[in-house]
């Protein structure tokens, strides 16, 4: 298996749909690996062959690759971009990171596992801006998981307006006006003012034979999302390998140890705590396949769930073989975040089976992108806010 960087140029504004709403259309600020996924399908039929093609089978069906989602990425798209846990917060007047002139961003999970622990609630003052004492909220989006220098991640917006066609007459019809919000190709550096293609990245896991299969669907463009008729969503993409990024667990888990230690008087210095954090979507169900909101691998003894700070997500999708919507699914948003407590005693064991997970994923539909995790998020750990 090779562990690959994935980055894609848009060529033209891009549309993903939040919703089925056909009027005001709005677009997701990224490119979702089942759009990805549905893509390179799409390529792969017009240049290669039909769907019983072997190599069709190879790269989408047999042991399919897990396509996922790219995010918002610098000007190079060179960074692994990734999510930011939902357990970031920053001030409600100015959000953002030190390093880019805002008031800075905290991390709430030690202080909410300190006041379970301790079973009484966090004194109020930790949510409260540093800067200038307003609240802080939550702060979502893509950065660059860099603590020491981060930086976040958005792409710009554009509207698209047009107007209706009356069936009967084929002029435009009155009353009738639609308004699309897209991802814009380009986008504006703050303080440079120059313009930038806008880049999203991502990473996945591939074997040698289905990366030579992929390299021959990406020598051109492609097209991905909405309104492509109208050239909307053309993308160039580009593979290289990359080393796996591995998590120091015990690091992590002296320095969380710490953390918590400033909120809770009781002793923990014995004990081990990972966090797990979605970096996609996620569909979980039990052995029923009813949706739930924990995570199947870690309901055996050997692991304590502390904490769990998540959000749900609805997931919507569209089948275009069938040209019909497909069915929700009841997920777990991304962002959200999972601390446990390891009550085992073979710790090398928990650092393969973490790392395992870290490449298999956890739910269904992984090889759209969903149910992708990262193990002990850095942004847990920091000091104070950066
Ligand atoms: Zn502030």
């Not at 799409?42 to 047999?62: M, N, T």
Request: aromatic share 10%; with cysteine.
């Amino acid at each position: 298996m090779k562990y690959c960087h994935i980055k894609a140029k848009l060529l033209s504004p891009l549309l993903i749909q939040r919703q089925r709403q056909p009027s005001a259309r709005e677009s997701i600020p990224y490119l979702p690996g089942s759009t990805l996924r549905g893509a390179l399908a799409a390529k792969f039929f017009l240049v290669r062959g039909g769907p019983d093609h072997k190599d069709f089978r190879s790269l989408f069906l047999d042991n399919p690759a897990c396509f996922p989602n790219l995010l918002p990425a610098d000007e190079k798209g060179e960074n692994c971009s990734q999510v930011l846990p939902i357990t970031g917060i920053s001030c409600k007047r100015d959000s953002g990171f030190k390093g880019e002139g805002k008031h800075g961003v905290k991390d709430i999970l030690a202080v909410n596992a300190a006041s379970r622990i301790n079973d009484k609630p966090a004194d109020e003052d930790f949510w409260k801006c540093p800067e200038c004492r307003e609240d802080m909220k939550p702060f979502s989006g893509f950065w660059n998981g860099d603590c020491r220098s981060p930086r976040k991640f958005e792409a710009s917006s554009l509207y698209h307006r047009h107007t209706g066609i009356d069936r009967d007459t084929g002029t435009i019809a009155p009353s009738i006006f639609f308004m699309d919000q897209v991802v814009a190709d380009f986008r504006k550096d703050d303080k440079s003012e120059e313009y930038h293609p806008q880049y999203l990245s991502g990473s996945m896991f591939i074997d040698e034979k289905q990366l030579e299969i992929l390299e021959t669907l990406i020598e051109d463009s492609l097209f991905a999302g909405a309104e492509r008729t109208r050239g909307l969503g053309e993308i160039e993409l580009s593979v290289k390998e990359i080393p796996y990024p591995e998590s120091d667990i015990d690091g992590w888990n002296e320095q969380f140890k710490k953390r918590l230690q400033l909120f809770t008087e009781k002793d923990i210095s014995s004990n081990t705590y990972f966090s797990i954090k979605l970096g996609s979507h996620a569909i979980l169900t039990d052995r029923f396949l009813r949706p739930v909101s924990d995570i199947e691998e870690f309901s055996s003894p050997e692991f304590a769930q502390i904490l769990k700070i998540v959000k749900p997500h609805t997931v919507r999708g569209w089948q275009s073989a069938w040209n019909m919507p497909k069915a929700d699914d009841t997920g777990v948003a991304m962002g959200s975040v999972f601390l446990f407590q390891y009550k085992g005693d073979d710790p090398e064991h928990l650092k393969t089976f973490l790392k395992t997970l870290g490449i298999k994923g956890i739910g269904l539909r992984r090889e759209e992108g969903f149910g992708r995790i990262s193990v002990c998020d850095n942004l847990h750990i920091i000091e104070e806010e950066i």
